[in-house]
């Protein structure tokens, strides 16, 4: 069974500090994964990650695969209190129809 | 600009009746998927379409129907409501899968069944 485990599962920070999310998966036949930011209503796309070791930056969020262990992380540097949010992690898996496994979810939230 | 738009946004329903949950795209998308979030945990596919005419089981598919009559449209029909099925559900359209396009989640419909 395909499995995506995010942690930690919430966290609380301080504006301005830096944070690291993280998302392991197990999925048969691997071919991307991608991060969403969850806020009241629908989750909305962040990074879509194939490939390992290559960093995808947007702002001061970044993220980054290591296929080899089967997990990526995504950074948020100086958080702002708009980033407070559920960030889901999904995998997406190439076994011959369609299989997106969704994690979780680590909610953040920043407190000023 | 449209997107992927869900009606209703808030229902509620007593035990037994029997509801659909509208779906729509203006994006030509060929997938289109449903996916419903309980409290404090990720996303579960509940069905899920590769073109008109063609809808395949999700992970969590019993308790629900779809159809797929027109590339635009996927509603998701509830039979004789339960409980259980009390959830947030988003309804979600992507151009395919191979490619690794991403996919674009509708706002979310809250369910809630009493």
């Known amino acids: 069974e395909d499995k995506v485990v995010q942690s930690p599962l919430s966290l609380v920070v301080h504006e301005g500090d830096t944070v690291t999310l993280n998302c392991s998966y197990e999925?048969?036949?691997?071919?991307?994964l991608l991060w969403y930011k969850q806020e009241k209503k629908a989750p909305t796309f962040l990074f879509m990650l194939?490939?390992?070791?290559i960093e995808k930056k947007s702002g001061r969020l970044s993220s980054i695969l290591d296929k080899k262990e089967l997990f990526s992380i995504l950074n948020i540097t100086a958080t702002q209190t708009g980033d407070s949010a559920i960030y889901l992690c999904?995998?997406?898996?190439?076994?011959?129809?369609?299989?997106?496994?969704f994690g979780k979810g680590t909610k953040l939230s920043v407190i000023p | 600009n449209a997107g992927v738009t869900q009606t209703p946004k808030f229902r509620i329903l007593k035990i037994g009746q029997s509801m659909t949950l509208q779906c729509a795209q203006d994006m030509n998308h060929n997938y289109m998927y449903w996916y419903r979030q309980d409290p404090g945990m990720g996303l579960k596919l509940i069905y899920y379409?590769?073109?008109?005419?063609?809808?395949d089981k999700g992970e969590v598919p019993n308790g629900y129907n779809v159809s797929r009559s027109t590339t635009e449209d996927f509603p998701l029909r509830l039979e004789l409501a339960a409980p259980s099925q009390t959830s947030v559900y988003f309804c979600?359209?992507?151009?395919?899968?191979?490619?690794?396009?991403?996919?674009?989640f509708g706002e979310g419909s809250w369910l809630t069944v009493v």
């Open positions: 979600a359209s992507s151009l395919d899968v191979y490619s690794g396009n991403t996919i674009y």
């Open positions: 194939t490939s390992s070791g």
């Open positions: 379409s590769v073109g008109a005419g063609i809808t």
């Open positions: 999925v048969t036949n691997f071919r991307s």
């Open positions: 999904a995998a997406y898996s190439g076994a011959g129809s369609y299989q997106l496994t």
